[in-house]
């Protein structure tokens, strides 16, 4: 089963429990009148207020997070392309005859990285491309550093190439991170249950009215669970809807440059 199919299935399911909830909060608020004729308690609007706030609090924070973990991992992959663009450029500075080789394995570890995220939810697949992306840096290494240690070459060329090189190996560990970063689970448990809360007192507080209202009821829950749908969608763009494969554009630019 796909992952937006599993997302999918996860939210309606808690848009349903949610109008289970404000039906629970509707029996409990009639079951409260049948037995006291003055009406609901009291004082509850504080409570109410605050609960409902606390919620969008919440929800803000978790959805302005996960927005910015979205734009975050988009510009780590054009940070990545200019970093491999920009070390390829500096290879002319290198002695001709270490040129063609280093060359073929720029070629591959783009081809590599490009294909790194291509499967996001096959963890094997996804950690072996990472060891070959690994073992080229190791080849690009090896092969480069001779080269600028030889006698005669500048030391401003040694470091504009090691330098370049630098970038181009650290911010492969960045963009890792960056994708393994996700809120810790007892934040979407929060925010689950702060939902159905929430939902049980919609209902509770509508229980004074003799019909349901159904626009409410669904409106709210409708809304809420559409906007977890969005924020797990955003935290983690490679198999959701919102995607991030724009963005590869710039590395698959970058390896069309080579040849």
Known sequence: MSFVLVVVFLVLGLFAVMLAASEAGRRIGIARLARHSDGLAKGGGSADAATFALLGLLIAFTFSGAASRFQ?????????????????????????????????????YTDVRVAVYAQALDDAATDAKLRESDELQAAIWATATPAVLREGIPTSTMMLVIGSLNAMIDITAT???????HPPPVVFL??????????????????????????????????????????????????????????????????????
């Open 72 to 108: 975050d991992r988009r510009d780590l992959i054009v940070d990545e392309a200019n970093a491999i663009g920009t070390a390829y450029l500096r290879l002319d500075l290198l002695p001709s005859d270490v040129q063609p080789q280093l060359r073929e394995l720029f070629r591959r």
């Open 175 to 181: 963009r890792v991170m960056a994708t393994r970063s």
């Open 190 to 259: 929060l925010l689950v249950a702060m939902s159905l809360v929430c939902a049980l007192l919609v209902g509770y507080a509508t229980s004074q009215n003799t019909a349901r209202s159904w626009l409410h009821t669904l409106t709210f829950a409708a809304v809420i669970a559409l906007t977890v749908y969005v924020i797990i969608d955003l935290e983690f763009p490679r198999v959701g809807l919102i995607r991030v494969d724009s963005a590869d554009e710039m590395l698959l630019e970058v390896r069309a440059k080579m040849g």
